[in-house]
């Protein structure tokens, strides 16, 4: 008997760490976007995908002038890099990383689809008040982690105040650095065409 609970003990452990290395679960984070102007989009897109390069993490129909998406908890691995390949120019310029073993990856583009087909079209969010303008990124880290600091460059000084929780987290990226915490801009979601010479 206590040969047969030794025995379950050894495997349920072994399970457990299994389960630990092949999980990358952290948190889900769902979008809610309404496209500026997008009501004109109802018959042009019909589906809007979540890629890092050409590898689709989520997708959602567009409806409505919109689209709700929904990020995963589970992360394909092949789209995790590590986080110091992100900021690999950053922390050359002195910005902190509190774990460099952290990896990460991002949404490249929210492209547009229609009879499944991509269109040259993106979904992109930012905006811009009377003194600057910003970007939102959509960033995974398998690990939670904090990326802070300041640097000068061409007399400009860039700020890094990144508050990473394992799973999806919004940043907002300005022409003074990179936040997690929300500036005050009015960041709205547009529609671009791409444009190739």
Not at 49 to 61: D, L, V
Not at 136 to 164: H, M
Not at 184 to 190: A, L, P, S, T
Request: glycine share 8%.
């Amino acid at each position: 008997m206590k040969k047969i609970l030794f025995l379950t003990a050894i495997l349920f452990t072994a399970l457990s760490f299994t389960s630990c290395e092949k999980s990358r679960n952290g948190g889900s984070l769902t979008i809610d976007a309404k496209v500026e102007n997008g009501h004109y989009l109802n018959n042009s897109v019909d589906e809007v995908r979540a890629m890092w390069s050409e590898i689709m993490i989520a997708s959602a129909p567009f409806e409505n002038g919109g689209f709700k998406i929904t990020l995963p908890e589970e992360i394909d691995e092949r789209t995790l890099r590590p986080i110091t390949l992100y900021f690999e120019w950053e922390i050359s310029n002195g910005i902190k990383i509190s774990n460099e073993n952290v990896e990460m990856t991002r949404i490249s583009y929210f492209k547009a689809y229609k009879n499944n087909e991509y269109i040259d079209a993106d979904f992109s969010f930012y905006g811009r008040s009377k003194t600057k303008y910003g970007s939102v990124s959509f960033i995974y880290v398998d690990t939670d982690v904090k990326i802070t600091g300041s640097f000068k460059n061409n007399g400009n000084t860039f700020e890094y105040d990144l508050d990473l929780k394992k799973g999806w987290n919004t940043a907002y990226q300005t022409g003074g650095g990179m936040t997690t915490k929300k500036p005050n801009i009015d960041f709205k979601w547009h529609f671009d065409y791409n444009s190739y010479e």
